[in-house]
């Protein structure tokens, strides 16, 4: 269940192919009313997305201090190599959810933010999927904004 949660999603269209045959231009694209461009929210979801695995891997890595901190700045140079990061850290984390040996462990050391403090490998990983669902569903609204939508995959149109 964590695969369609994450990566190969059918409650919305995947994350791939939101991101599909996106130029650097157009990921920067600021959209009047809009607080973030593609590639800034992109830029999040990577940065949190790698945060979530690594302490998966067992680094301790303390929580951001403030919610800007979560939001690394990105120009048009570092939005084809972003891309790639959060795609790759997709896999990694569909990976880890069919290591049937790992999932159900216990962050440790624990996560330093007494909601998460209890978390499993898959509470994590289930983390992450929800934390990328609705960002996502911004990229899509911010590609209609900019007449980038839809992309070669196409939309579902049931």
């Known amino acids: 269940m964590l695969r369609e949660l994450l990566k190969d999603t059918f409650a919305y269209i995947q994350p791939a192919v939101a991101l599909d045959d996106l130029a650097a231009d157009d990921a920067m694209r600021k959209v009047a009313g809009a607080a973030h ?7 999040h979801l990577a940065f949190w997305q790698d945060w979530f695995l690594a302490r998966c891997d067992g680094e301790g890595r303390s929580m951001v201090a403030a919610a800007a901190d979560g939001w690394p700045d990105v120009d048009a140079a570092g939005w084809i190599p972003l891309r790639a ?30 909601p ?19 960002p996502l569903g911004q990229v899509v609204t911010l590609r209609q904004m900019i007449g980038r939508w839809p992309p070669p995959a196409g939309p579902w149109t049931w």
């Open 85 to 114: 990061q959060f795609l790759l850290g997709l896999d990694t984390a569909v990976a880890l959810s069919e290591d049937a040996a790992r999932v159900d462990h216990p962050i440790s050391p624990a996560i330093d933010f007494p």
């Open 37 to 43: 461009c593609v590639a800034e929210i992109v830029a």
């Open 116 to 134: 998460l403090a209890g978390y499993t490998v898959r509470d994590a990983l289930t983390h992450i999927a929800v934390h990328n669902a609705h």
